[in-house]
């Protein structure tokens, strides 16, 4: 059965930098219609620089891998996105330190944790428009794969669906932070930046692991 | 792209070694990284003052790190946010033991790194609290006043905060004092063209040619209306309709007036604006103690302004009054 | 045009109105004519420095009519000579009895009004001397000094000129350090953008966008060299070599600098360019006691920026850094 | 025979002014070639102004009427050219004081004080490509016709031809003063702005006084 150690992280890490690196040009679309359109940029820097950290790191400890690598996102990438999934990182990082691997139950821990600290660093909650409405489903969906028993690269797989699912259900919310929220009611009818990252990020998730 | 500048990705971290180049009596920075920019005279024991926001705005927000005012800055790409490391370092490099005020802007990325900044300072057993900007009256409604985003209003903040600090204040007076001057002041803005990010190349917004936004952010932020470009006078009465009545300000009030250029209006302009809100004043039975003209806080070439009134008692107005100097910005007590 | 005006017509006066209603504390006019700027503050028995010249420069010229700086300013139109009867009226108006000292610059209408104005001083007994700005390098050949065009070097002249007045110095003694300032001042100016008079409606003159004119003087006088807008390195490069050929400035020589921006470039790029100057000085070996940086004499919203060298000995050193503060410019006693 | 009194000269500033309305485009026009387009405005703002003062002036010194109206235009129209004009009357003025009248000897008189105030106070010569270059043959014709004893009239007909030939004249010339200087070679080939309104300022001399 799949796990995450050290190893899947680099290949995790590296297909988040991949990802972002493939998808540059529509995150800063798609934040150019509603905000300052860097997103796009500072995602792919964020991220490849969170790759390279972590290629480079002589650590086994995951929790601490992914804190260090949500400290290196935060510095390299300080637009919003990078402060929250720095954030993300560190704090769900913290809440698995100790360990040398993730399973399921210790994935959903961290991504709870994650998507906490998100909230608080943002002060928001769910169907305010943000990252938060990807992630929120694919935590719920780890959760109920969880209940079932089913594996790991399933269970990263129904929650990638479950994002992809949130991300779309964005389009019908109105803003409430970050530059979107200047939009008001201007920003209904467009699909939330964040949210497409957060869908990334368990894509990213899924694709580390092996099958 | 009319801009005197070598690479555009450059551009920053150039301006940076030519502020500390040219002003390297009064500024330094911290862990050699040029991004976090510190008095090269700090006052033992003294509370700390620390600010920090995008590039893009000078004098803000680097240009009010001196004597009297503040005493560092982390320093962001044009128009980004610092990041939170960078602020960390801006705090342990100015703290004098007696604690930090961070003052900043209301926006998303700022908050929450300076956020993230706080808790790495508390970890290090750091005094640190926080005031936001929130003076902009266009950004939103009455009663939600700490949604709103923080405009040149940031000045008097840091004007009162910095003078109260150098008194000795504690960090609690300090944030005190600075909390009332936010309180109490009211910005809106009007502006006249877009303005070109360096890296971008060409403007991320659109003002018509002959057109004006009431109300637009200094990023471009969406503002109340948009229109065709008129008369000063009629310009100037709406903006300051809506300044007047939000707080409100009110007859027998004493206020300081901040006219704010964005760029590339000059000076000239500025003063024609004054004399109508002079008037509008007067007629109000409004007392002006001071007037600030010039640039305070700008969006690069921008063309237009900002009006800040800002509410007086005496304790704000004797630390209005106080002395400050800054490579930037430079006032002899007033009133003498 | 994109400006904040009412009727183009009445842009100075209504400008002036704002002034005078800002700063009543330091500004009041002579003979119930806005056009004639005087201080608020005389010193009684102090040597009295009047300039004068059209508007659209701000802060020249009368910005810097205040304390340890000018006594009086007369004001034209928008690049339009005042007149001489009011260089008259504001002369009859700041004189003490030791005499008045005009430094205005090297502009046809200009130099004829003051002259014309110094003659009806003289019948009526007031002492009148003159110094001529002429610190514009790219206005004229080395050897015809005399015909140059005076720009922002001329900020210098005032400030030595009004230190050495306020310290009692005698008529002659302002005049002679107002001489060597000039003398030892040069500047070379880049336009990116023409600027638009109120009353034309349109440019006056072109620069193309992406163009850029190198010796441009303020109101749009022709350069030296026309060409593609280059990097701020090499066009700081084109600048300061005639100015450094020109007096000549030298290794061990110790100067000021001011760069200075025409109006609409901000002073992001002014600290661009002037971190460029920091490397070709220290290359050289030319000592730099301060820099002053930002708008001190504009063409409206013109985009571009000039840069000034004044070099200096004790006498101009000890004058330049002493305190100064008008509504337009301030700054503490430097060096301390 | 003519002469000029308090009455003509009323009517002379009265041509004057209108001369100088009704060039008004053709000032502006070579003024915006070499300078800032301003004289065409300011001309016929001075003259407008002079006018009306000597119409409302009770005065019978031809002098002190001159003079006057010299401070009227440096006062109403301070750029170079009112300047130059103000001062040229002002001085004219004062060298004629004390008369009632002026002979074609006064009038000569009165434009050599004129013309030595204006390259006192415009620190120019002849050749220098300025309104001297009007003034200077205008003068040259006016002494000639008092040596032929010719009536005011007709040597203001010939000073009026001296200064169009000089206006000519001035094309070959490259500019030494003023704004025009700072067009150096590339003032050569177009006439002086200031000479054409010296040309101006001869004929309404002519212009006001009957047949
Ligand atoms: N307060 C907040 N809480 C959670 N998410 C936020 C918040 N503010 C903004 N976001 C998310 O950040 C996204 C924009 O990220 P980014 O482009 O980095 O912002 P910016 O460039 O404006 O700093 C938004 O689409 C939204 O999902
Ligand atoms: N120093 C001078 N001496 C004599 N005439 C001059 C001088 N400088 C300029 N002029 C004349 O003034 C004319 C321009 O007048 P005007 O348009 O009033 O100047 P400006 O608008 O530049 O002040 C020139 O064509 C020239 O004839
Ligand atoms: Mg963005
Ligand atoms: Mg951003
Ligand atoms: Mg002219
Ligand atoms: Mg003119």
Redesign the interface.
């Given at each position: 059965m799949a796990r995450i150690t050290a190893e899947e992280l680099r290949a995790i890490f590296a297909a988040l930098s991949e990802i972002m690196e493939e998808n540059k040009q529509y995150l800063v679309a798609l934040d150019s219609a509603v905000g300052d359109g860097d997103l796009g940029l500072t995602m792919s820097q964020g991220f490849r620089s969170a790759a390279e950290f972590v290629d480079s790191m002589d650590e086994t400890d995951v929790g601490i891998i992914l804190a260090r690598a949500g400290m290196t996102i935060a510095s390299k990438a300080p637009s919003t996105m990078g402060t929250l999934m720095g954030t993300g990182f560190m704090k769900g990082g913290r809440a698995v330190q100790g360990r040398d691997f993730l399973g399921l139950d210790e994935l959903t821990g961290f991504l709870e944790a994650f998507l906490e600290g998100i909230m608080e660093r943002g002060r928001c909650r769910p169907g305010e428009k943000t990252v938060v409405d990807a992630l929120q489903p694919a935590l719920e969906a780890l959760k109920a794969a969880g209940g079932q028993g089913l594996p790991l690269t399933e269970a990263l797989d129904r929650a990638y669906e479950a994002a992809a699912a949130g991300l779309e259900k964005t389009k019908d919310m109105v803003a409430q932070h970050g530059r979107p929220a200047y939009y008001g009611e201007g920003s209904r009818g467009k699909e939330d930046p964040g949210a497409a990252v957060g869908v990334f990020l368990i894509k990213g998730l899924r694709q580390g692991l092996s099958a | 792209?009319?801009?005197?500048?070598?690479?555009p990705e450059a551009?920053?971290d150039?301006?940076?070694?030519?502020?500390l180049?040219?002003?390297s009596?009064q500024l330094a920075c911290a862990q050699d990284d040029l991004r976090c920019i510190i008095t090269s005279r700090p006052k033992p024991g003294k509370v700390a003052l620390a600010t920090g926001g995008g590039?893009?705005h000078?004098?803000l927000f680097l240009?009010y790190v001196g004597d009297g005012l503040l005493d560092g800055c982390s320093v962001?790409?044009v128009?980004?946010?610092?990041?939170?490391?960078?602020m960390f370092a801006v705090t342990k490099a100015i703290d004098q033991g007696a604690g930090v005020l961070y003052i900043f802007g209301n926006y998303?990325?700022d908050v929450?790194?300076f956020?993230?900044a706080a808790e790495m300072a508390d970890m290090e057993g750091i005094r640190v609290e926080q005031v936001i900007g929130t003076d902009d009256v266009a950004?939103g409604v009455r009663g939600q006043e700490a949604k709103r985003r923080g405009v040149a209003g940031i000045f008097f903040v840091y004007k009162v905060a910095g003078a109260c600090a150098a008194a000795g204040g504690s960090l609690e007076e300090v944030k005190a004092v600075a909390e009332k001057a936010n309180r109490q002041a009211r910005t809106m803005g009007?502006a006249?063209?877009p303005c070109t990010i360096p890296e971008?190349g060409r403007p991320?917004f659109e003002i018509a040619?002959?057109g004006m936004e009431i109300g637009m952010?200094i990023?471009g932020?969406?503002g109340i209306r948009k229109g065709e470009?008129r008369?000063?006078?009629a310009?100037v009465d709406e903006m300051l309709d809506p300044i007047l009545e939000d707080l409100p300000f009110q007859g027998g009030d004493e206020v300081a007036?901040l006219v704010n250029g964005l760029?590339?209006?000059?000076?000239?302009?500025?003063?024609?604006?004054?004399?109508r809100v002079?008037d509008v004043l007067a007629a109000r039975k409004i007392g002006v103690y001071h007037?600030y003209?010039?640039?305070f806080a700008?969006s690069?070439?921008m063309?237009?302004?900002s009006i800040s009134l800002l509410k007086l008692d005496d304790e704000l107005k004797n630390y209005l009054s106080q002395?400050a100097?800054t490579?930037?910005f430079?006032?002899?007590q007033l009133?003498k």
């Open positions: - | 792209m009319r801009k005197i500048i070598n690479k551009m920053v150039e301006m940076l070694e030519g502020i180049a040219a002003h009596d590039s893009g000078l004098p240009g962001g790409s128009f980004q946010s610092p990041g939170a490391d960078q998303g990325g929450m790194n956020d993230m950004s009007v006249l063209s971008a991320t040619e002959g952010g990023h932020e969406p470009l008369e000063a006078d310009i007036v760029g590339s209006t000059p000076r000239e302009e500025l003063y024609v604006m004054y004399r002079h007037v003209a010039g640039e700008t690069m070439e063309a237009g302004a002395p100097s490579p930037f430079s006032q002899p009133g």
